[in-house]
């Protein structure tokens, strides 16, 4: 027979609703009598039913994550996984399970959040990203759901919670870093252009080129599905051309790595030939011939605080909405050269 809240009162030595106060960690509950409970919920062998509990007080104690497409793929990079890490330290201190998007595309994950929403599955969720002409942060706005962002929100940033870097002041840093060593064609490798740091690492970089007193060409900006549609070839493209860049500011470590791995193949040396430069300071970037020079932008942190803002939200609805920023350290290794 499973063994009840009654049984673990009886065996405490308190009333069930004692049990129930101790569950849900009631602040009211002195540290003994949670202590007293807890072992003979471990002495029978207990595990509440969170899922009635969750109907009883109206809570799914579950937050919604939300990916910018397919999770299959976009767990492929590192920067996911580390985010994640951050989320989940919060929710497991605050007793938070996790609920992943799953849609394999914008309508689906959007009909997705649909269903989070309608159907309370979960109390809040958490956006992985942030892209102009959002669909689903609209829709969250509007059905007054509680959710933070992680990036700068397009539009209505002032009603939106959101924890970001400066991008446009990281790329600043680290183009005006390139042109100091004497680097004057600079190639900018973006994301999607519609997702928001893109945009504002892009503005860093014009920034950066405008005080230098060297002219933008737009001939020099590549977007990463020009790459991945072109593989090898649009590789080849963006290292061999007739003018040449000296040095890459390209906006995530995976796509600096793949350029890298194609510049060997092409007898391009790094930095002797190209210097490159990258964001989100991944694992494999110390490991790689030569050590790829990048931006930490403290992704765990991204995450914990996105986490953070979001629980607070949910228990005190009222609270306004707030930007935080995390700090951006860049990390020099041995992939940039001085032109000097």
Not at 77 to 98: C, H, T, W
Not at 110 to 131: A, H, N
Not at 194 to 220: C, H, N, S, W
Not at 267 to 278: F, G, L, T, Y
Request: glycine share 4%; net charge negative; with cysteine.
């Amino acid at each position: 027979m499973a063994v009840t809240i009654k049984d673990v009162a009886k065996v405490a030595r308190v009333s069930p609703s004692t049990v129930s106060r101790v569950i849900a960690d009631n602040p009211r509950i002195s540290e003994e009598t949670k202590k007293r409970v807890r072992e003979a919920m471990i002495e029978l062998g207990y595990h509440p039913n969170f899922q009635a509990r969750s109907l009883a007080v109206k809570s799914t104690q579950s937050i919604g994550i939300i990916m910018p497409n397919s999770a299959t793929k976009v767990l492929e990079n590192p920067f996911f996984p580390e985010v994640l890490r951050g989320i989940s330290q919060v929710a497991r201190e605050d007793r938070y399970g996790i609920y992943l998007s799953t849609g394999a595309t914008q309508e689906e994950i959007f009909e997705e959040v649909i269903q989070m929403v309608q159907g309370r599955r979960v109390d809040g969720i958490i956006l992985l990203y942030s892209k102009t002409n959002d669909t689903v942060m609209n829709y969250l706005l509007e059905e007054d759901f509680p959710f933070t962002v992680i990036g700068r929100p397009c539009n209505n940033a002032e009603r939106i919670t959101h924890v970001d870097n400066d991008n446009i002041y990281a790329t600043k840093q680290v183009t005006k870093y390139l042109i100091d060593k004497g680097h004057k064609r600079i190639k900018f490798i973006g994301l999607n252009p519609e997702v928001v740091f893109t945009i504002d690492r892009m503005e860093g970089y014009k920034q950066a080129l405008q005080e230098a007193g060297i002219p933008f060409d737009q001939q020099l900006v590549v977007q990463e599905s020009n790459l991945k549609e072109g593989g090898e070839e649009a590789a080849r493209k963006i290292l061999l051309a007739d003018e040449p860049p000296t040095a890459l500011v390209v906006t995530d470590d995976f796509v600096a790595i793949e350029l890298m791995s194609y510049a060997e193949r092409l007898n391009i040396r790094v930095p002797e030939d190209i210097s490159i430069i990258s964001f989100n300071n991944i694992m494999l970037t110390n490991h790689m011939r030569p050590p790829l020079t990048s931006v930490d932008i403290d992704i765990f942190q991204l995450g914990l605080e996105a986490a953070s803002c979001l629980i607070e939200k949910i228990k005190n609805p009222t609270i306004l909405p707030k930007r935080l920023t995390i700090p951006a350290t860049m990390i020099e290794r041995k992939s940039c050269a001085s032109l000097k």
